[in-house]
């Protein structure tokens, strides 16, 4: 068995995580590699979400019954844990959403009915990135349209990265938020987030950084990131599905106005007017992801009790380790870095001209999960002139033998195709 230096214990790790024991096409085990899709989720999880469900499942915040006092109290101490994984200042700062995409059309919505300094409109722009997945391109969009705002984005170099070199063109004195990813789910780029926020700040602008691809797998500090707002989603980190985050500055959450109206989210109503609760429940209509959060809650606990350094120094050498392997098959070409500086541990490639959904179907006969097509972030496939990338991502859980597997099962690839 390979051995790599600053390597978690992933033989004890994957016994807390019951599917990756699951045996697949004629009796071969799985090799989960999807990761920057979905995580898998370990008991520790599961037992809590039982649990939740068996003795404690109401609704929260307004009943006097002991159930509701329960799932009120699970609920706000799951907002108690993401606000101390992540370092916020406040846990008033921690909104709870359905996913990152729905964290990312938040900011965009309240930007678009903000008043001054906020607010997004005709004499305004809005800038992105080339890379970004689309949850990160169509709100703004959107946005742009309703408004009238002009839209502008970094493009990529040859090798993967941010073209910074007219960013004081780009993000401009009437730029009003500049939207981009930390890691990038398909090319596994860590993107230079100072460089873009201090001029964000030259010229005043707001700072979102979705971070769906980072807080699974890095120490995630929002005070050392000064950015305004960070999107992230639970189903990426072992939590559940259903589940996201969005952190704003508490000045912030407190200006601007809500996107959903409905129960929870108020303090008064009458037929002609309403007042709004304080945030976080301003952005919280309705009967929240309760489970869900719990459920996050219970997945910071694990993640935390292996510590996010460890988990980010293992996907270090696990990715450097991937990239080498590799890149010694024939007629593979990386999109994106081809070394594991700067990188996450999201790795696309195209393998000579056999179609990526191809190599994955004949993968998966191999009992090797991975991910095929453009990843929601067609406009990299559009610049690399590529139809779609085959995409192999790992995790806490991940193993020198699983990319040693999907090496020799690219072997098989093609041998299949001749």
């Not at 004890?12 to 045996?23: N, Q, Y």
């Not at 959903?260 to 309403?274: C, K, N, P, Q």
């Not at 999201?346 to 191999?366: K, R, Y």
Request: glycine letters at 8%.
């Amino acid at each position: 068995m390979t051995q790599l230096p600053g390597l978690l214990d992933t033989e004890a790790i994957r016994k807390d995580f019951p599917i990756l024991d699951r045996v697949l096409h004629d009796g071969k085990k799985l090799v989960y590699l999807d990761n920057a899709a979905t995580s898998q989720t370990p008991r520790q999880v599961l037992d809590v979400l039982n649990e939740y469900y068996e003795q404690h499942n109401a609704n929260v915040h307004r009943g006097v019954h002991v159930l509701a006092e329960e799932a009120t109290e699970l609920y706000e101490g799951a907002r108690d844990k993401v606000a101390a994984f992540i370092n916020a200042p406040s846990r008033n700062e921690v909104i709870f959403t359905k996913n990152a995409s729905e964290s990312l059309n938040l900011v965009a919505n309240m930007l678009g009915w903000a008043d001054e300094p906020y607010r997004v409109d005709a004499d305004t722009e809005i800038v992105i990135t080339e890379m970004e997945h689309h949850s990160n391109i169509v709100p703004w969009q959107l946005l742009a349209q309703r408004t009238g705002a002009k839209l502008k984005w970094f493009g990529l170099t040859d090798d993967g990265r941010l073209d910074l070199s007219r960013i004081d063109e780009v993000i401009t004195p009437k730029t009003k938020i500049v939207s981009f990813v930390l890691v990038s789910n398909i090319l596994g780029t860590f993107n230079p987030v100072e460089a873009i926020i201090r001029r964000a700040q030259e010229v005043g602008a707001l700072v979102l950084v979705d971070a769906s691809q980072a807080a699974p797998h890095m120490p995630l500090d929002v005070q050392a990131l000064q950015a305004d707002f960070v999107a992230f989603t639970g189903h990426k980190m072992c939590g559940p599905t259903g589940i996201g985050v969005l952190w704003g500055r508490q000045e912030l959450l407190e200006d601007l106005p809500p996107f959903l109206g409905g129960g929870e989210m108020i303090e008064t109503v009458s037929m002609s007017s309403s007042t709004y609760a304080p945030a976080p429940h301003k952005f919280e209509a309705g009967t929240p992801p309760i489970a869900q959060a719990v459920g996050l809650g219970a997945a910071v606990d694990y993640l935390t009790s292996i510590g996010m350094d460890k988990i980010a120094a293992h996907e270090h050498a696990l990715t450097e380790y991937a990239v080498r392997r590799l890149r010694e098959v024939p007629d593979l070409r990386i999109i994106g870095p081809t070394t594991a500086e700067d990188r996450g541990a999201a790795i696309s490639f195209t393998l000579g001209d056999i179609h990526p959904h191809d190599v994955g179907q004949v993968l998966d006969e191999q009992g090797i999960a991975v991910r095929v097509g453009h990843h929601c972030a067609r406009p990299v496939c559009l610049r690399y002139g590529i139809p779609a990338t085959t995409r192999a991502s790992f995790y806490l859980y991940s193993t020198p033998a699983e990319v040693d597997a999907l090496v020799d099962g690219l072997e098989h690839v093609r041998n299949f195709f001749g």
